[in-house]
C-alpha cells in the first residue's frame, strides 16, 4: 500500500473514531479494552481474508497484523474459549416487520391485522405463530410483554393484540441499542470499504448524501429531524414491503446474502472536526514548551 493511502486512512480512521471513542469513555471502556477488541479483529480478518493456507499460521498472522505471536495467541485462546454472541437483538424488530408485510398478518390497505395471542383453531393468523415464523425459538410471552413494554403492541379489549407501531425503539445504553451501534457501523463501513477499492467507476454500493453548505439552526434542525423520521420511515416501509415479496420468490435458491439499507441523519459536532493539534495550541501548548510533568 503507498505510504500516501496510509496516512490517508490512518487520517480516517481517526476522524471515525472520534464519536465511538467518546461513548467508550462516557462508559468507562478503557484503551485498554478497545485496544484487545481491535487485536481480535485484526487477527480474525487476516486469518479469515488474508491466510488461506489449510493450516493456521501464527507466524503469518502476526506478521499481516503486526501484533507478536504471544499476541496472536491469545487472541486465539480467547476465542475459542468464548461464549457464542447472543442472536436475540434483532428479533422484536424482524416480529414488527413480518407483522406489517407478511400477507397472512395485515389486511386491506396494507394495515396489520389485530390478531390473538393463540390460533383459535381455524388456522388464522396469531401471535405466538408470528414469532414462530419470525424469530425462531423465542418465547412469545417475554417477545409479547417486551413489544407492549416499549409501546408498539397494545392490548384490546377482546383479548387480541394491535401493533401500532412498526419500528422496535430500545431503551438507551440497552443492550439491543449497544448490539445495533455495532451492526449498523458494520454494515455503514463494509460498504465504505467496498467502494474504496471498487474496480471501476459506476460499480460498488450506493452510498449518497445530502448536507448543508451554510449550516441550519438549531430549530431547523429538530424540523428536519421530524421531517426524515416520517418520511424516513415511509420509505423503509416501502422498502420492507419490496424485500418480503423478493425474499418469498428467491426461497430455495442456492445462494442468498442478506442485505439492507441504513439511512443515518447526521449532526456534526464541529469540535470533532479539529485535529488534536488545533486542540492543544487552543489550550496554550507548544511543541517545545510541552511537558510530561
Given at each position: 500500500?503507498?505510504?500516501?493511502?496510509k496516512?490517508h486512512?490512518?487520517?480516517?480512521?481517526?476522524?471515525m473514531?472520534?464519536?465511538?471513542?467518546?461513548l467508550l469513555?462516557?462508559?468507562?471502556?478503557?484503551h485498554g479494552?478497545?485496544s484487545?477488541?481491535a487485536?481480535?479483529v485484526?487477527v480474525e480478518?487476516?486469518?479469515r481474508h488474508?491466510?488461506?493456507?489449510e493450516?493456521?499460521n501464527?507466524?503469518?498472522?502476526?506478521i499481516?497484523?503486526?501484533?507478536?505471536r504471544k499476541?496472536?495467541?491469545n487472541?486465539?485462546d480467547?476465542?475459542?474459549?468464548?461464549?457464542?454472541?447472543?442472536?436475540?437483538?434483532?428479533?422484536?424488530?424482524?416480529?414488527?416487520?413480518?407483522?406489517?408485510?407478511?400477507p397472512?398478518?395485515?389486511?386491506p390497505?396494507?394495515?396489520?391485522?389485530?390478531?390473538?395471542?393463540?390460533?383459535?383453531?381455524?388456522?388464522?393468523a396469531?401471535?405466538t405463530e408470528?414469532?414462530?415464523?419470525?424469530?425462531g425459538?423465542m418465547?412469545?410471552?417475554?417477545?409479547?410483554?417486551e413489544?407492549?413494554?416499549?409501546?408498539?403492541?397494545?392490548e384490546?379489549?377482546n383479548k387480541?393484540?394491535?401493533?401500532?407501531?412498526r419500528?422496535?425503539?430500545a431503551?438507551?445504553?440497552?443492550?439491543?441499542l449497544?448490539?445495533?451501534l455495532?451492526?449498523?457501523?458494520?454494515?455503514?463501513?463494509?460498504?465504505?470499504?467496498?467502494?474504496?477499492e471498487?474496480?471501476?467507476?459506476?460499480?460498488g454500493?450506493f452510498?449518497?448524501?445530502?448536507?448543508?453548505?451554510?449550516g441550519?439552526?438549531?430549530?431547523?434542525?429538530?424540523?428536519?429531524?421530524?421531517?426524515?423520521?416520517?418520511r424516513g420511515?415511509?420509505f423503509?416501509e416501502?422498502?420492507?414491503?419490496?424485500?418480503?415479496s423478493?425474499?418469498?420468490?428467491?426461497?430455495?435458491?442456492p445462494e442468498?446474502?442478506?442485505?439492507?439499507?441504513?439511512?443515518?441523519?447526521?449532526?456534526?459536532?464541529?469540535?470533532d472536526?479539529?485535529d488534536?493539534k488545533?486542540?492543544?495550541?487552543?489550550?496554550?501548548?507548544?511543541a517545545d514548551?510541552?511537558?510530561d510533568?
Open positions: 500500500m503507498g505510504q500516501n493511502v496516512e486512512l490512518r487520517l480516517a480512521v481517526r476522524m473514531l472520534k464519536p465511538l471513542v467518546r469513555i462516557s462508559q468507562g471502556v478503557s479494552d478497545f484487545e477488541a487485536k481480535d485484526y480478518m487476516a486469518i488474508f491466510d488461506k493456507s493450516k493456521l501464527q507466524s503469518r498472522t502476526a499481516l497484523t503486526g501484533l507478536t499476541e496472536v495467541k487472541v486465539i480467547r476465542a475459542l474459549s468464548a461464549e457464542p454472541h447472543s442472536k436475540n437483538f434483532s428479533r422484536p424488530s424482524r416480529v414488527l416487520a413480518g407483522w406489517h408485510s407478511d397472512k398478518y395485515i389486511g390497505y396494507g394495515v396489520p391485522l389485530e390478531i390473538p395471542y393463540e390460533s383459535t383453531g381455524d388456522g388464522g396469531s401471535f408470528l414469532v414462530r415464523t419470525y424469530s425459538d418465547a412469545p410471552r417475554p417477545m409479547l410483554r413489544l407492549i413494554r416499549v409501546g408498539a403492541v397494545v384490546l379489549e387480541t393484540y394491535k401493533a401500532v407501531r419500528d422496535f425503539e431503551e438507551a445504553l440497552s443492550p439491543e449497544v448490539a445495533r455495532g451492526k449498523v457501523g458494520h454494515y455503514f463501513f463494509s460498504t465504505a470499504a467496498a467502494n474504496i471498487k474496480k471501476e467507476q459506476g460499480s454500493y452510498d449518497r448524501r445530502v448536507y448543508t453548505d451554510q441550519l439552526a438549531p430549530e431547523s434542525i429538530i424540523e428536519f429531524d421530524a421531517y426524515i423520521k416520517q420511515q415511509e423503509l416501502e422498502l420492507d414491503n419490496w424485500i418480503v423478493m425474499e418469498k420468490s428467491d426461497k430455495g435458491k442468498r446474502r442478506n442485505t439492507g439499507l441504513c439511512m443515518v441523519h447526521y449532526v456534526v459536532n464541529e469540535e472536526e479539529e488534536l488545533d486542540l492543544l495550541v487552543e489550550r496554550g501548548l507548544e514548551s510541552y511537558s510533568t
